[in-house]
């Protein structure tokens, strides 16, 4: 059986994801290898995300450009990312093998006091960098104080424990798989926040063309999954949006055809565009390019233009 080296990010949720990978593969036989990658946006820890592009020119692939590197230089045979974080379109040379059995993509609002977003005081203090979380809390709590929240889980759960933050929101996903949910309060409904497309999935990316590392990861790819996020990653393409810019999408199979939420808001909360439709559930594509389509010519090419035009977020990179 072929040795595998994994190429992963240093947090403990990435770890976590690696070894997780690594798990299913020794069950089959397989040596495997964790090499651990630091890539810019480990790197950049004092700007919110949204603004990073705006700091030396960083664009989509934050999290993913340096074990691309390793993986296209030989040095690793395989990577582990959450799918949220890999941009809808690859550079040359790699490709993804496998998207596995998806945890809850939906988000969590963790609080030491509070019970849920209804609940806070007036003028909260929330922590977040995601302008899509902060666009969907300002649109139902305006008087919300949202405030910059970077670092590793542990980080930001100690922030809001030493009361930095009446509540923060993190990916329920992470939460569960390092089983930190001392301090959730509420799993958000889609309808109230929808998650990052491709959030709680992983993705395993390899060399292109590389056919038996991909025959010996297809056992972890779940169809389900795989279905769900090509369709929201589709969305995602078609609006030329990476993580950090304020969309959500939200892909399920439903009575044997795929499901699909999706928001395109401005990060204030002023604006917020809904759209869902069924689909397909052999074309996950043509679903997430028709609603995508739907939601530019909605208003959210105008909502877009704005934030790129403000430098919260890169625009779609060439």
């Given at each position: ?30 040596d ?62 790699f ?80 939460l ?21 497309a ?63 939420k ?15 439709r ?41």
């Open positions: 059986m072929p040795k595998f080296r994994i190429g992963s990010r240093g947090s403990q949720l990435a770890l976590w994801q690696a070894n997780h990978i690594s798990t299913l593969l020794g069950a089959r036989g397989h495997v290898e964790i090499e651990i990658i630091h890539t810019t946006g480990d790197k950049i820890t004092d700007v919110p995300l949204a603004m990073v592009g705006t700091k030396g020119g960083l664009g989509k692939g934050i999290f993913t450009k340096e074990i691309e590197e390793a993986l296209g230089a030989g040095h690793v045979d395989l990577a582990v990312h959450s799918l949220k974080d890999l941009p809808t379109e690859l550079p040359p040379g490709e993804i093998a496998a998207i596995t059995e998806r945890e809850d993509p939906r988000d969590a609002f963790c609080s030491r006091k509070y019970a849920k977003i209804e609940d806070l005081p007036q003028g909260a203090r929330v922590g977040t960098s995601s302008l899509r979380r902060q666009a969907q809390l300002k649109a139902i709590r305006p008087d919300l104080n949202i405030h910059p929240l970077r670092g590793n889980v542990d980080t930001r759960l100690r922030k809001l424990e030493q009361g930095e933050y009446d509540a923060i929101i993190l990916a329920s996903a992470g569960k798989r390092l089983g930190k949910t001392e301090l959730v309060r509420q799993i958000i409904p889609g309808e109230i926040m929808c998650p990052a491709g959030q709680g999935a992983l993705a395993i990316e390899i060399r292109e063309g590389d056919a038996v590392t991909r025959q010996h990861l297809a056992f972890l790819n779940d169809t389900a999954a795989c279905a769900a996020t090509t369709c929201e990653r589709a969305l995602l393409n078609s609006l030329g949006g990476g993580c950090q810019v304020p969309i959500g999408a939200f892909a399920e199979i439903r009575d044997g055809k795929l499901h699909l999706a928001i395109v808001a401005d990060p204030d909360g002023s604006k917020l565009l809904r759209e869902s069924d689909g397909n559930l052999n074309d996950p594509e043509q679903l997430g390019n028709a609603v995508g389509e739907t939601l530019l010519s909605r208003g959210g090419a105008e909502i877009l233009d704005a934030v790129y035009g403000r430098g919260l977020a890169l625009p779609p990179q060439p």
